[in-house]
């Protein structure tokens, strides 16, 4: 039995009827040769393969215990009643089975919240794609993975080869009896008890951090950029991001768009400078949203803010589950019309960024959220939502994450992966969240949002191959007179 830390106990206590905490995945297979047999991957096969795996990635068989009234975080421990049929199911997609189509459906079972009395997981065999292909979703709750652990799950079912690979003895499973919620509660005492030697020491790190934080949320991150008539990139003080259709109150409904673009070209953009892989990401992501902006009339004269998850794990982390992440601001330079100007602004606005959030401590996320009740947490998340505080405040209008993948062929199951896409969280006041993962020498973005704040989802993800093309274009008109002068 092993309890939630109190950032994983967060993205359970910010559940709602239209904010869920799970995240997912879509793995685009082959299925044209599976293991050398023609023709594919049933959901038998699968449901085989991923029982046999069950033993490396053990929280795919814990469930919750929560302690009574919401006294303190919950548990997890491995369910008794472990039935893996629940978990793994099929669907298949009319003709023609277009990507339009496994969009939408893709879309809906994201808009499902998972069931809290079995283990938080559930994989979708998606047949009857065109050209020979399958899909594999797959949705896990938010509190027991973060994007590197995640990373961590895919290791444990992916393989190198369509063969698989040999795999150790392990022992028979066996579930844990549920404890009596007499021994919760007075574990829960036990740890309320500890709460003012812990507050002493989160108050004193809060106080050595004074200055990264004024720096974090003050005047000094309000970068003078050049903008619309020198223009300040963000007003001051502090980092209050501008309205846009999609920061409002988000429905139950959800909108999913998925694309690729080659790493090689988003790389050769960093070619005679110091930019990194990230900054181009940031920047196609920032001349995508402003195209869509234009094209609804509702631009803003200031920059975006994006909030960019950032990994926390230290080498004695390696191999654990749940979250430990920290988050930084960074101004999206959506102001500005030019796209080598777009990018160069968001080089120096993460690399301002990155200085800022270096002086905040690691753990200082973890630490504030390891003190909230979760049956305090959960009100106050739904009065914020009531109130539509995150709409008012407004620290920043989406998130945008880029987790690194694997450059080798993986294989599901014996069926060749073609293609990885995320599927992230929204919460509300965000109805737009944009998440890039690499693969075998692409980039693979997810776009998910509220469906009615955001109903031409995949017009958003089309403008990030045009802006690829402008940012292209724009370096090798650059380069071009050098080249000639050479």
């Given amino acids: 039995m092993e309890q939630l830390s109190g950032l994983d106990g967060w993205f359970l206590a910010m559940e709602t009827s239209s904010v869920y905490g799970h995240v997912g995945s879509v793995c685009i297979v082959d299925v044209s040769v599976s293991q050398g047999v023609e023709p594919r991957l049933t959901l038998d096969h699968l449901t085989r393969f991923i029982e046999s795996r069950l033993p490396l990635v053990p929280l795919f068989r814990r469930r919750l215990i929560s302690v009574p009234l919401g006294l303190d975080h919950p548990y997890w421990i491995d369910d008794p009643d472990f039935d893996i049929e629940f978990h793994i199911r099929e669907l298949a997609l009319p003709a023609p089975g277009s990507d339009r189509q496994l969009s939408e459906q893709v879309a809906r079972l994201h808009a499902r919240p998972l069931d809290r009395s079995r283990p938080l997981w559930e994989l979708y065999l998606i047949t009857g794609l065109q050209g020979g292909r399958a899909a594999v979703y797959s949705k896990i709750h938010h509190s027991a993975i973060d994007g590197v652990s995640g990373g961590d799950i895919l290791t444990a079912v992916l393989d190198i080869s369509p063969e698989g690979r040999p795999l150790p003895e392990f022992e028979v499973f066996e579930g844990e009896r549920p404890p009596a919620p007499t021994w919760l ?64 109150p988000v429905s139950p409904h959800r909108r999913w768009a998925f694309t690729d673009l080659p790493l090689a070209e988003v790389k050769s953009l960093r070619a005679g400078g110091d930019l990194t892989v990230n900054d181009v990401v940031m920047a196609l992501c920032a001349g995508a949203l402003r195209r869509w902006l234009e094209l609804h009339e509702a631009l803003p004269a200031a920059p975006l803010v994006a909030a960019v998850p950032v990994s926390v794990r230290t080498t004695d982390h390696k191999g654990t589950l749940g979250n430990k992440v920290s988050m930084m601001l960074a101004p999206l330079p959506t102001n500005l019309s030019d796209p080598a100007g777009r990018l160069a602004a968001m080089h120096e606005a993460m690399r301002a960024a990155k200085e800022q959030h270096g002086a905040i401590p690691a753990s200082l996320l973890a630490d504030v959220t390891q003190f909230a009740m979760p049956a305090l947490a959960n009100q106050a998340w739904r009065l914020a939502a009531k109130l539509r505080l995150m709409e008012r405040v407004n620290p920043f209008n989406l998130f945008i994450s880029n987790i690194p993948g694997p450059n080798v062929p993986l294989y599901y199951a014996g069926a060749k992966v073609l293609a990885y896409y995320p599927v992230s969280a929204l919460v509300d006041g965000q109805g737009l969240n944009i998440t890039v993962m690499s693969y075998c020498g692409n980039l693979y973005f997810g776009l998910v949002a509220c469906r009615q704040l955001v109903p031409d989802l995949d017009v958003m993800a089309g403008f990030l191959h045009d802006e690829l093309d402008a940012l292209t274009s724009a370096a090798s008109a650059h380069r071009g007179p050098a080249v000639a002068a050479g």
């Avoid at 989160?202 to 050595?208: E, F, G, M, P």
């Fill in 185 to 248: 509660l007075g574990q829960s005492a036990v740890a309320l008890a500890r709460q003012p030697l812990q507050a002493v020491r989160v108050v004193a790190d809060l106080a050595r951090s004074i200055p990264g934080l004024a720096n974090a949320i003050g005047p000094s991150l309000a970068q003078r950029l050049p903008g619309k008539d020198n223009e300040d990139l963000l007003p001051v003080p502090g980092l209050k991001a501008p309205g846009t259709p999609f920061n409002a």
